[in-house]
């Protein structure tokens, strides 16, 4: 059994830094035991390479953790290889933004190897608000989501290096997702914060499950919107990086004809989130290292909401599916199974302390009115 | 300065109406003809592409006109059979040739001479329609009793469609030197015996099949004043070919003498619209996502976007405003299976 704490502690003490995310901490927690653990940090580019450039071959540690029981094998460097390594004289970029964090900093990495590109989720800038309020000022260039442009945690105005990005939200392929609000915060489905929003209207309603089930196809989409998504989406998209100076248009066509470019309504894949990093790189220093690499797609072990195979037909897309995976594990739901869990899970609370997020009131009310 | 070309419209201009565009917005039919509505006979014919276009029809609630439907048979059998799959149970017709001479069959104009093919395991088969009875004919007479039957629905077919949906599918066929009669399939494929005395390949010119198009149209009109015909062409290409050249640029002469024969019958008569899904599956706008792995056959969403563009033009008001849903609606079946093609034999036989 592993815990968050022993997630956090491994990662502090062998890399010297926290996990990137909390979808990070709870993958990690799938492991059998706290040695499996380990083994795959130590065995992580990451780890070797740190390892490798540290002094003395040691990283320093924060906390005074056990040693890794067994030191990787140290492989000779390829003499007539130069590593990349950070130089003091690198410029530092800080990211800080909300999921993508992490796929900003590793795709600015690959678009800019002579900067320090370092990442900080907008979580941990209000958890640890003293140290990152100290710390930002020894970043050379910002990049910012625009959601913290009117921040109390940090007063970003007294910044000049900073460029703003957008939060990326694009619902065109997942009309049916929202959250929905409990007493708690924030309700959780079995798809962590997804919902969906016929299966809660048709709670609500007092449908049975196999009722339910049943809304699920063409004549429904059809009759409370789910078509009409894309033009108003793709308007906000591109107005929302236009705000912040920032133009998509160009990528966006690649991405539509990449197919779905959305993991959910907030989770764009790398190489969507990798085209984003060039644009930025290219708005401060007006050029990129252009690669074929890709960084690993992080997101993938958050939930993946499907595409149904009705609205991934309307876009001319192959991979249409009513199988649902959620936060930290490959083991996917079906449909039936995604409105059980739903369903089971709505019962904690009484049907008028669930009430649908302000943003999905349109669509809920919709699907109320047609059912 | 004066400049032809300013103020076109969007879909004159290469850049706006397919770089700039979302793919699956790409629309290319512009000022239909006419309209279908819900009530009007729509009748299928043509290559396996046709058969998608039928289903699709079907499923959405057009009134899809098949008057030799079987029926009286249960699903698999009915399907096996080729009942159900086009308007009669004709098979596929690929060429202009072949529709001429079907429709001169039906109305006696003109005999067909060939008579039926024996099989290997000594059952008979239609040669105009190979696969139609997979388990094939007793006898020769039982296969020219049953083509009688079938060229009666046929006929009906011709003189009561209000929509004519063909797609052409193939230049190339093979024809019987003396009567002049021409097959789906060479004879030898699946029954038959080939021989260089009674058959000979053909590769129809432009001008043939154009002839055979306008023909056909003509005599359709004559017979039934009130139809419409719309006009495709498969972008299904073509599974081999006998001419000692590579399979891609005999597809590409292929269609592109369809596709011409096409535009020139759209042209001539008022009556008779093209519609571009070919255009639509095939174009470089998708890259290549409207084909199956096999780089031949149609997905189904490539299908989807033919059936949206054709709805939106020629079905406008197609979908009622429904306000309350239904919990007893049926919902529409998988649209998802393969269609019934004479040409896969070739390539299942060729080795």
Redesign the interface.
């Given at each position: 059994m592993v815990t968050k704490k022993d997630v956090i502690q491994c990662y502090q003490s062998l890399l010297n830094r926290d996990p990137e995310s909390e979808a990070t901490i709870l993958a990690q927690m799938n492991h059998q035991d706290l040695n499996s653990l380990k083994r795959e940090i130590l065995a992580s580019a990451e780890y070797q390479y740190k390892i490798q450039t540290s002094e003395g071959g040691q990283i320093v540690t924060k906390t005074a953790l056990e040693p890794p029981s067994t030191p990787p094998p140290r492989t000779e460097k390829h003499p007539a290889i130069t590593p990349c390594v950070s130089r003091p004289e690198n410029p530092k970029w800080l990211v800080i933004g909300n999921c993508q964090t992490t796929g900003l900093v590793n795709s600015l990495t690959i678009l800019s190897p002579d900067v320090d590109v370092e990442g900080c989720d907008v979580w941990q800038l209000s958890k640890d608000r003293e140290y990152w309020n100290d710390k930002i000022a020894s970043y050379q260039h910002l990049i910012v989501i625009s959601d913290c442009r009117e921040s109390e945690i940090v007063d970003f105005r007294r910044y000049k290096n900073i460029t703003w990005f957008p939060s990326f939200i694009f619902q065109a392929f997942h009309p049916d997702m929202c959250y929905v609000n409990c007493p708690d915060g924030i309700f959780k489905s079995p798809m962590d914060e997804y919902n969906s929003c016929l299966i809660f209207a048709a709670y609500q309603s007092n449908l049975s499950i196999q009722?339910t089930s049943?809304?699920f196809?063409?004549?429904?989409y059809?009759?409370v919107g789910f078509y009409d998504f894309?033009e108003y989406e793709?308007k906000s998209l591109i107005e929302r990086f236009d705000e912040c100076d920032l133009d998509i248009?160009a990528s966006l066509?690649h991405w539509?004809?990449s197919?779905c470019f959305m993991h959910s309504m907030n989770h764009p894949k790398i190489n969507t989130v990798y085209d984003i990093a060039r644009l930025i790189t290219q708005k401060i220093r007006k050029k990129n290292a252009e690669s074929p690499i890709r960084p690993h797609d992080n997101l993938t072990v958050g939930p993946i909401y499907p595409i149904y195979p009705e609205i991934?037909?309307?876009?001319?897309?192959?991979d249409g599916s009513y199988l649902f995976k959620p936060m930290g594990s490959y083991k996917q739901m079906d449909l039936k199974a995604f409105i059980e869990g739903s369903f089971q899970a709505y019962q904690h609370y009484e049907k008028h302390e669930l009430t649908i997020y302000p943003l999905y009131e349109k669509t809920y009310n919709r699907i109320m009115?047609?059912? | 300065m004066s400049n032809p070309y300013k103020g076109l419209a969007d879909f004159q201009f290469w850049r706006r109406a397919v770089?700039?565009l979302?793919?699956?917005a790409f629309d290319p039919v512009v000022n239909p003809k006419f309209q279908v509505s819900k009530s009007d006979c729509v009748a299928t014919a043509g290559s396996c592409f046709a058969q998608h276009l039928a289903r699709r029809l079907a499923s959405m609630g057009f009134n899809y006109y098949v008057p030799e439907s079987g029926e009286e048979l249960v699903g698999d059998e009915r399907v096996a059979r080729g009942f159900g799959v086009f308007s009669a149970r004709y098979g596929n017709i690929y060429t202009t040739r072949q529709l001429l001479q079907l429709f001169d069959e039906a109305f006696s104009t003109r005999i067909t001479h060939e008579q039926a093919w024996l099989r290997s395991d000594g059952r008979y088969i239609d040669p105009f329609r190979p696969n139609i009875e997979p388990t094939g004919f007793k006898s020769a007479e039982a296969m020219n009793a049953e083509r009688g039957r079938h060229l009666k629905y046929v006929k009906q077919v011709f003189l009561n469609a209000d929509v004519f949906v063909y797609t052409l599918g193939l230049t190339e066929s093979w024809m019987n030197r003396v009567s002049g009669d021409v097959f789906p399939l060479a004879p030898g494929v699946v029954g038959g015996s080939y021989n260089e005395k009674d058959y000979v390949f053909k590769n129809f010119s432009v001008t043939e099949v154009s002839a055979d198009l306008k023909l056909f149209l003509q005599k359709l009109k004559k017979v039934n004043h009130n139809v419409k015909v719309l006009l495709t062409v498969s972008p299904v290409p073509l599974i081999a070919t006998y001419e000692m050249r590579h399979v891609a640029v005999a597809t590409c002469y292929s269609k592109s003498v369809l596709r011409v024969a096409a535009e020139m019958a759209a042209t001539e008569f008022d009556w008779v619209d093209y519609f571009p899904s070919y255009e639509i599956i095939t174009g470089n706008f998708?890259?290549g996502?409207?084909y199956a792995d096999d780089l031949r056959e149609i997905?189904?969403?490539?299908v989807?976007?033919v059936m949206?563009c054709f709805m939106r033009h020629y079905a406008e008001d197609h979908?009622k405003n429904?306000?309350?849903?239904n919990?007893n609606?049926k919902?529409?079946p998988n649209l998802v299976s393969q269609p019934i093609c004479d040409e896969e034999s070739i390539a299942k036989t060729a080795f």
């Open positions: 009722e049943q809304l196809n063409d004549d429904v059809r009759g894309w793709k248009r066509v539509v004809r197919g991934a037909d309307q876009f001319g897309l192959k009115t047609y059912i | 770089s700039t979302d793919y699956h998708n890259l996502k409207y997905h189904s969403n490539g989807s976007h949206r979908y429904i306000t309350r849903y919990f609606t919902v529409s």
